[in-house]
Antibody
């Protein structure tokens, strides 16, 4: 069965960076985009961007341009999302999800990784 | 302020039919497909409806989606207590060049 297993919770200070990992299994890693979506406490879902594991190409939401980097390692079927210059309002659960390149629905989701930004 | 507008809450009694609306614009719903996600308390979101009205395998046919113009709707019939969750609509936005979500609707089964 398809699984997306994310790295554990992190606590970071303002100004630091965080890198969240997402290990995929149960499907051909390069056939689906990996998207990153975050959810602040008590808030809704916010799309951050996506990575094409086949080409390595990325598309980021304008809000995160310059602060986010999405990468992948096809040898271990893993995707990564690094967010820099962290602020307190970056405190959120970060999800990875896979979606087909053609239509983009987010078929399967990771369990989420809580990132807390606090001094 | 979300690009797609949903009512913050909805409610119904067991067995009832409820609908959740999602309003957008010509740059998103008006020209793109709509997907719906269900998020049960304390869990990751789950794909509920894709391409406006398609159900993934395993999703009961009590759940249905529709789209007209710049609006979309999710209907849940035969409401069950297990349907208590947050529901989100999503669509690609051509102006923002990004996926956008509605603010979410919290469904309560009375």
């Amino acid at each position: 069965q398809v699984q997306l297993v994310q790295s554990g919770a992190e606590v970071k200070k303002p100004g630091a960076s965080v890198k969240v990992s997402c290990k995929a299994s149960g499907y051909t890693f390069t056939d689906y985009y990996i998207h990153w979506v975050r959810q602040a406490p008590g808030q809704g879902l916010e799309w951050m961007g996506r990575n094409n594991p086949d080409s390595g190409g990325t598309k980021y939401a304008q809000k995160f341009q310059g602060r986010v980097t999405m990468t992948r390692d096809t040898s271990i079927s893993s995707a990564y999302m690094e967010l820099s210059s962290l602020r307190s309002d970056d405190t959120a659960v970060y999800y990875c999800a896979r979606g087909p390149p053609s239509t983009g629905e987010l078929i399967d989701w990771g369990q989420g990784s809580l990132v807390t930004v606090s001094s | 302020q979300s690009v797609l507008t949903q009512p913050p809450s909805a409610s119904g009694t067991p067995g009832q039919r409820v609908t959740i609306s999602c309003s957008g614009s010509s740059s998103n719903i008006g020209s793109r497909i709509v997907n719906w996600y269900q998020q049960l308390p304390g869990t990751a979101p789950k794909l509920l409806i894709y391409t406006n009205n398609q159900r993934p395998s395993g999703v009961p046919d009590r759940f249905s989606g529709s789209k007209s113009g710049t609006s979309a709707s999710l209907a849940i019939s035969g409401l069950q207590s297990g349907d208590e969750a947050d529901y989100y609509c999503a669509a690609w936005d051509d102006s923002l060049d990004a996926w956008v979500f509605g603010g979410g609707t919290k469904l309560t089964v009375l």
